[in-house]
């Protein structure tokens, strides 16, 4: 005896849909009809008509091996929702800045690597730049580092498992098991650091945004500049200042 599924309304067929996206990220973004249906627990035939739908619209992509991946008109809509997420943290990031004198970013985690949103830099002649809009791997950036801490430890996990550790500089942590216990470590103590990981010269401190308003926007904040100013006695004194900043861009979004 079969069950029959209910037909869709509306709006369950526009939750159905951003399900079908967002376990397509999930999954790494490129996925077959099987896979899909099995994450989201949908019937195969529920599935076929929702991600030719999406291909319709341009919201995902099929390949030539039949398989799907997101599609681009959805870069178009994270750029602008970035954005905007962006110029809400500056204040917060401007006022990070005044009290430590260094450069403050603001990062997303999008699937599988950190995408800056903000910065706001320091007003040191010799400081940090990163272009709005660029893309960095997690294992070795100190804002990348905080989302994973933030995630839960299957999650992180499962990056890692798919991104590897490959080395950029000679500090990179490519040791998995030293990469998890720092990702450990980061997660009870509420920031991390970047040890010159992705950039020889730059130490960086790192936390993520936490709180009631947090929710799904996977964000951490950071500070980062030259070693020559960031030494231990710096780090110690300005790494509760980032987990504050962390903490407070989580309860601004709750009044959002």
Request: proline share 7%; aromatic share 4%; net charge neutral.
């Amino acid at each position: 005896m079969t069950t029959d599924i209910p037909r869709p309304t509306g709006v369950q067929s526009l939750a159905r849909a951003f399900g079908v996206l967002e376990s397509l990220a999930e999954l790494g973004g490129e996925a077959g009809l099987s896979e899909l249906a099995a994450a989201t627990g949908l019937a195969p035939g529920t599935i076929h008509r929702l991600v030719r739908t999406l291909v319709d619209l341009g919201y995902l992509r099929q390949l030539p091996s039949r398989r799907y991946t997101l599609g681009p008109k959805l870069v178009g809509l994270g750029e602008t929702a970035a954005h905007q997420f962006g110029r809400w943290a500056q204040p917060v990031l401007a006022e990070l800045v005044a009290q430590i004198g260094e450069t403050a970013n603001l990062a997303l985690l999008d699937g599988d690597q950190a995408v800056y949103v903000a910065q706001v830099p320091s007003p040191h002649s010799m400081r940090m730049f990163t272009e709005i809009g660029r893309r960095v791997p997690v294992h070795c950036t100190g804002v990348g580092k905080a989302l994973l801490s933030a995630l839960p430890a299957a999650e992180s996990a499962a990056i890692v498992a798919r991104t590897g550790l490959p080395a950029v500089t000679p500090t990179t942590i490519t040791d998995p098991a030293a990469f998890a216990a720092e990702i450990a470590e980061a997660h009870v103590r509420g920031y991390v650091l970047d040890e010159g990981e992705q950039e020889t010269g730059v130490r960086c401190v790192a936390a993520p945004v936490v709180g009631p308003g947090a929710g799904d926007n996977r964000a951490a904040v950071s500070v980062s500049g030259p070693t020559s100013r960031m030494d231990d006695a710096t780090i110690t004194r300005i790494a509760p200042l980032v987990v504050a900043a962390g903490r407070r861009l989580g309860a601004l979004l709750a009044t959002a």
